[in-house]
């Protein structure tokens, strides 16, 4: 059976009531599965704030309590799951992701699976907080913004993913433009992973640069999706791909 990584973006979880759709939705998947998650909307902002209002900015102190918006975001995720009867088990990402150990803009250099193979044996999702690791000195070192698709791409190269699914609640996929700036904006149904790349390095917001870096270097596939909604969502590198851009709405339901 194939194994797929999902991804939930923060703003999947800017209300509780998310965890439990989330949670829903994954009951229902028949894939094996690992789940990375990121930080509810808004947290890691707040945090960052009050690291830099402390003097605190390129700590690694700092890093460590960044890293708590993951941790909680993942551990609340796996509540809603166990309330349905899901059995699922929550795997440190410092046991999982060993880096360079350079504060806020830290690099995968191992990904460590034991852990997460053994849930999958037992048939158990294994939830991962995403957007930071450990280095050797087990200190907690952050990857940059939107560093938890970073994390969920590594995981899916490490795993032998089929794929990796990067499912955000404010967007149907990538576009050729803002659709929150312009209304004629069109949806790329088909990306190549050079296209995706080098979207992602003008400014697409939706898909973190280094993710995208990564996924070509290993030409691993990708999908960016809503999160709620069915259809729409943009494939990157599967086989054979072509750009296409078609409208499509800007928001997911």
Known sequence: MKLVVRKFGGACFEHLDGYKLIAGLLAREEERQAVVVSARKGVTDQLLAQVEML??????????????????????????LHSLGVRAELIPAEEVFETDGIPGSAT??????????????????????????????????????????????????????????????????????DPNVDPTARRFSVLSHQHAL???????????????????????????????ARGGGT?????????????????SA
């Not at 003097?55 to 809603?80: I, M, R």
């Not at 917001?205 to 993710?211: E, F």
Request: glycine share 10%.
């Open 55 to 80: 003097g605190g900015v390129g700590s690694d102190h700092a890093d460590q309590l960044v890293a708590t918006g993951e941790l909680q975001s993942a551990s609340l995720l796996l509540l809603a």
């Open 108 to 177: 995968v250099v191992a990904v460590h699976t034991d852990r997460v193979l053994a849930a999958l044996e037992r048939g158990t999702i294994p939830v991962v907080p995403g957007f930071y690791g450990a280095g050797k000195t087990s200190r907690i070192a952050t990857f940059k913004r939107g560093g938890s698709d970073y994390s969920a791409v590594a995981l899916g190269i490490a795993l032998g993913a089929s794929h990796v699914e990067l499912c955000k609640a404010e967007t149907d996929g990538i576009f050729d433009k």
């Open 235 to 251: 494939r990157i590198g599967w086989p054979d791909p072509f750009d296409v851009a078609e409208p499509s709405a800007a928001k």
């Open 198 to 228: 080098e979207l992602a390095r003008a400014g697409a917001k939706v898909l973190q640069a280094d993710s995208a870096e990564l996924a070509l270097r290993w030409k691993l596939p990708l999908i960016v999706k809503p999160a709620f």
